[in-house]
Each structure stands twice: as structure tokens, then as C-alpha cells.
């Protein structure tokens, strides 16, 4: 078994990173980290959580404990000053570590990128002990366009996300008043994904989020203009994959069935009246775009299965 360390449990991602760690064969769980819980029972997380579970501790005494691999479900601010350990693998799910260029990452998240690698285990395995998680909605738009990078020239990306996506702290732009029966696009024109997912394909993209009122799942609908056959490459890309399911001709992605699961659905159309290449991929942002990638990623830096932990099977309504 891998001991393994979790730091800032008590977010969404650090929760739905503890389900992962929980339910998989060859981590074992050491260290449960949380500023806000620390000292307190696991149950007070969540009642499900039974008492074979250590305690909280800080997340400053969890970094400190003996494991082969910590999950950092931190802040962006956090997860910058945090220093790793020698010789542990640190995968950090936060943006702080995810653009590689001095003045991105500065403009954006205010820090230098450091000796971290990218890691979407389909497209960019991770190298080496630190691992920067990709972001959520980054995630779907580089499983859908990243396959016909060298036959575009750029992408609009039409995306939505459930309200999850914003954590667990309270925002009066995330309170069930501002949220339900609603549908409001944000950051729009000036995200700090749109860089990411540049940064990845190599071309710029035109990226609009928006909240959906639902609690978790995310939808990026991606136009294209391109002369390869996109069904073609991105088949090759997943034909593989026990995450990524390219969906058969005329069936579109539905977000109902990857809420609460690690697997991410590709649908690729051809708009009749412009030729465009519309691809569109739904994942959970809590899944396949935070904790099953952050475990998809730890197994291939421990040498796991590829898959261990992951939430795939079953064909929920
Ligand atoms: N949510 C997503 O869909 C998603 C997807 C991809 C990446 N991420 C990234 O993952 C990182 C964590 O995101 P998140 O969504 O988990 O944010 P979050 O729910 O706001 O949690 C962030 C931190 O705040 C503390 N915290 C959260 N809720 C709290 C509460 N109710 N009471 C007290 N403390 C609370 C936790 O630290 P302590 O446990 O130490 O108190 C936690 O680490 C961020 O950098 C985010 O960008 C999130």
C-alpha cells in the first residue's frame, strides 16, 4: 500500500478527493488535513465518515507526515506558498502550478510556475513528484479539442458549470437566490482557464464560462474550424481510455451521466450550415475535473493502475 495525505479536506475537492483515496485498493489513508477541522472527528465532515478514520489535523502537521503522495485541495494562494516535501509525490489541484510561462502565471495567479508538470493522464501524462492538476473546465475543452491540435487555429468554447464548481465557501454569486431558475455567463472574455487551454493546444481559444444552476457536472461546447476528420482523431485519441468515451455518431453528451462519476463523454458533430466541427464534452467537475484526475494522476506517478479509485462503472438514471 501508498500512504497518502490529503490537505484541505474540508472544501468540496478535498471531500470528493477523500471518497477517491477511501475507495481505492492501493492508497491508504495516513493524515486527514484541514485547517478549519482540525482536532474534530472525521464524522465531522461528514456523518458517513465512521470512526476508523483518524482525526483532522492542520494541514500544516498532515504535509509533515511520512507518505508517498499528498493531495494539496487547497486555495490558489495556499497552494503557492506550499512547500513540498523531498521525494514525496505532491499533486496540487489548485491553478497556482499549471502555467508554465513567468508572466501568465504571474498575471494570474500572482506566482512563479516553479518545477511542476502539467498532468491530464489522456493527453499529458505527468513527469516527475509534482503534479499540477488541470482546471475543471480546462479539462473538457483539452479532451475535446486537444486531439485536433496541428489542424486548428484557434476554438470557441461555450462552457458551463454547476455550482460546485465555485467550493464550498459561501459568495453572495453563489447563493441559491443568485443561482437557481438562473443561467449567468462570468469572467467572460478573461477567465484564467483560457490561458491553460492555450497554453495546451498551442493556439489561443475564446472561452465563456457560465453557472448553471445544478450542483455539480460541466458541458464545453467547442466550435471549430478544421479540415481532419475530428470523430477520426479523437476515436484514435480514447479508443483506449476506461475514462473518456467518444459517444457513436448523433448522440450528445449528457451531464446527467457523469454527474457523481470520473468519466468525461465526447460528442462530435458537423454544423450543417457552416461546416464548423462542433465538439462537446461533459464531465463532473469534481470528477474527471478535480479528484478522479488528481488520483488518475497519482497512480501514474506511483505506477498504479491506471484507473485504481476511480468512480466509473454503472449506468445511473
Ligand atoms: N470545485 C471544483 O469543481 C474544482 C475543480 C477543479 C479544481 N478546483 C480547485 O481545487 C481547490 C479547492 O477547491 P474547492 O472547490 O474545494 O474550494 P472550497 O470548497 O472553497 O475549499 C477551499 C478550502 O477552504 C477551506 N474550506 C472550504 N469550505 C469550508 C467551509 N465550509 N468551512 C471552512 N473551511 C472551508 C478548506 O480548507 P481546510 O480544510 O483547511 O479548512 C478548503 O481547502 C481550488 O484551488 C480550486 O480552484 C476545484
Known amino acids: 500500500m501508498q500512504r497518502a495525505a490529503i490537505l484541505g479536506c474540508a472544501g468540496y475537492a478535498g471531500q470528493e478527493t477523500l471518497d477517491r483515496v477511501l475507495g481505492h485498493p492501493e492508497l491508504e489513508l495516513v493524515a486527514l488535513g484541514s485547517d478549519s477541522l482540525a482536532g474534530r472527528p472525521a464524522g465531522a465532515l461528514d456523518p458517513r465518515l ?3 478514520l483518524p482525526a483532522f489535523v492542520t494541514n500544516a502537521e498532515a504535509a509533515r507526515r511520512d507518505v508517498d503522495v499528498l493531495f494539496l485541495c487547497l486555495d490558489n494562494a495556499a497552494a503557492a506558498a ?9 499533486v496540487d489541484l489548485a491553478g497556482a ?27 499529458f501524462p505527468p513527469e516527475g513528484p509534482l503534479i499540477a492538476n488541470p482546471g475543471c473546465y480546462a479539462t473538457a475543452a483539452l479532451l475535446a479539442l486537444a486531439p485536433l491540435r496541428g489542424s486548428i487555429a484557434g476554438a470557441v468554447i461555450d462552457a458551463k458549470s454547476g ?12 447563493h441559491a437566490g443568485s443561482v ?36 455539480r457536472g460541466l458541458l464545453a461546447t467547442c466550435y471549430v474550424q478544421t479540415g481532419a476528420d475530428a470523430r477520426v482523431l479523437l476515436e484514435e485519441a480514447y479508443g483506449e481510455s476506461p475514462v473518456v468515451r467518444v459517444l457513436p455518431e448523433e448522440v450528445a453528451p449528457d451531464l446527467a451521466r457523469v454527474q457523481g462519476t470520473d468519466a468525461a463523454e465526447i460528442g ?8 464548423m466541427t462542433i465538439v462537446i464534452c461533459a464531465l463532473d467537475n469534481l470528477g474527471k475535473g478535480a479528484a478522479g484526475q488528481a488520483v488518475q494522476n497519482a497512480n501514474v506517478a506511483l505506477e498504479l493502475e491506471p ?7 454503472g449506468v445511473l438514471v
Not at 455550482?163 to 453563489?174: D, I, N, P, T
Open 82 to 90: 506550499f512547500e513540498p516535501p523531498a521525494g514525496t509525490v505532491v
Open 50 to 52: 465512521n470512526g476508523s
Open 307 to 313: 484507473a485504481a479509485g476511480l468512480r466509473l462503472s
Open 163 to 174: 455550482v460546485s464548481g465555485a467550493g464550498r465557501s459561501l459568495k453572495a454569486s453563489s
Open 180 to 215: 437557481l431558475e438562473n443561467l449567468t455567463p462570468y469572467a467572460v472574455g478573461a477567465h484564467r482557464h483560457a490561458p491553460e487551454i492555450g497554453q495546451q493546444l498551442g493556439v489561443p481559444v475564446c472561452f465563456v464560462p457560465h453557472l448553471l444552476p445544478v450542483r
Open 268 to 275: 462530435v458533430f458537423t454544423d450543417g450550415e457552416t461546416g
Open 97 to 123: 502550478h499549471r502555467l508554465t510561462d513567468d508572466a501568465a502565471a504571474s498575471m494570474w495567479y500572482g506566482t512563479a510556475p516553479g518545477a511542476w508538470s502539467y498532468g491530464l493522464p489522456e493527453l
